[in-house]
């Protein structure tokens, strides 16, 4: 029975010590996706304009936009959505951090 209780009590502190580093890694994310949001220009995202890759390749033309803002295409038959959050305007074009695979292959 001793063993047990210093096994918990083992368990117990171990847990304690970890969860301030888990809500600090938590806390620093979100503050840093806030200020990426915050210090991203917004980028006119429409239907009908094209959706280029970082290569600078054209990936599709953008079918709709979604109320968040995120576009989405039609790629190898089927409706993806692309993350408002990889896009940035180069030189006019709407441009995805994401590759034509990575995006192929989201759900």
Do not use: C, F
């Not at 096994?7 to 806390?27: G, K, R, W």
């Not at 996706?33 to 009908?48: Q, R």
């Amino acid at each position: 029975m001793k063993k047990l209780a210093s096994i918990a009590l083992m368990a117990t502190a171990t847990t304690m010590a970890l969860a301030p580093t888990v809500v600090s890694a938590a806390e620093n994310t979100t503050a840093v996706h806030a200020a990426t949001e915050e210090a991203a220009p917004a980028v006119d995202v429409n239907a009908g304009k094209m959706l280029y890759g970082a290569n600078g390749r054209r990936i599709a033309s953008i079918y709709r936009v979604t109320e968040e803002g995120d576009p989405q295409i039609i790629l190898n038959g089927r409706m993806v959505t692309v993350p408002a959050s990889t896009l940035s305007d180069v030189d006019g074009k709407v441009t995805t951090s994401l590759t034509k695979r990575e995006i192929s292959r989201s759900r």
